[in-house]
């Protein structure tokens, strides 16, 4: 069965780093595209970061240069690097796992970013 | 790419025919997928390349479209599915998803 869990969200001054991890169980994670999407409170979904199975990654503008997303082949796990921080960042933060043609075939339950003074 | 949908909110009860409608800024041929949120739980996929039932999903739903218009169309709503639905195109590596539309109990 196909299991991703997010840990790692919390509550973080603006302007600090968080590390998101998602462990997945079912499937390789080095075999698939990954990708997070997040939705802030109130709002749609935004796909933030995706990582290919070759290992090139892509990154939305709101994000660029502040977020890495990366793996751990040899723990199955998915990460989100999150610095500089703000307040726009509050959300809650999916993993997924992506078909290789873009759709988003898995999800996690979300883990939750707080980002507050 | 832009994706619109409508309506915003729907009010509907058991056993109605629900249609929601998704459009692109541009075409996206029939890269497009379907989502169901509820809270506390994980999005599920329901429709992939416009039209194909993912795996498991009941029959009740389906998807038709291509190009820039596209809709979901739960044939009989039944009361697991009241929930907020999303499209998504994958033409872009953007992957643009839709506002959302929430189908309530009427």
């Known amino acids: 069965e196909v299991q991703l869990v997010e840990t790692g969200g919390g509550l973080i001054q603006p302007g600090g780093s968080l590390r998101l991890s998602c462990a997945a169980s079912?499937?390789?994670?080095?075999?698939?595209?990954m990708t997070w999407v997040r939705q802030a409170p109130g709002k749609g979904l935004e796909c933030i970061s995706l990582?290919?199975?070759?290992?090139?990654?892509d990154y939305a503008d709101s994000v660029e240069g502040r977020f890495t997303i990366s793996r751990d082949n040899s723990k199955n796990t998915l990460f989100l690097q999150m610095n500089s921080l703000r307040a726009e960042d509050t959300a809650l933060y999916y993993c997924?796992?992506?078909?290789?043609?873009?759709?988003?075939?898995?999800w996690g339950q979300g883990t939750l970013v707080t980002v507050s003074s | 790419i832009q994706m619109t949908q409508s309506p915003s909110t729907l009010s509907a009860s058991v056993g109605d025919r629900v249609t929601i409608t998704c459009r692109a800024s541009q075409s996206i041929s029939t890269w497009l997928a379907w989502y169901q949120l509820k809270p506390g739980k994980a999005p599920n996929l329901l429709i992939y390349k416009a039209s194909s039932l993912e795996s498991g999903v009941p029959s009740r739903f389906s998807g038709s479209g291509s190009g820039t218009e596209f809709t979901l169309t739960i044939s009989s709503l039944q009361p697991d599915d009241f929930a907020t639905y999303y499209c998504q195109q994958y033409l872009t590596y953007s992957r643009t998803f839709g506002q959302g539309t929430k189908v309530e109990i009427k």
């Open positions: 997924a796992r992506a078909h290789s043609t873009g759709y988003v075939m898995a």
């Open positions: 079912g499937f390789p994670v080095t075999n698939n595209s």
């Open positions: 990582i290919y199975s070759g290992g090139s990654t």
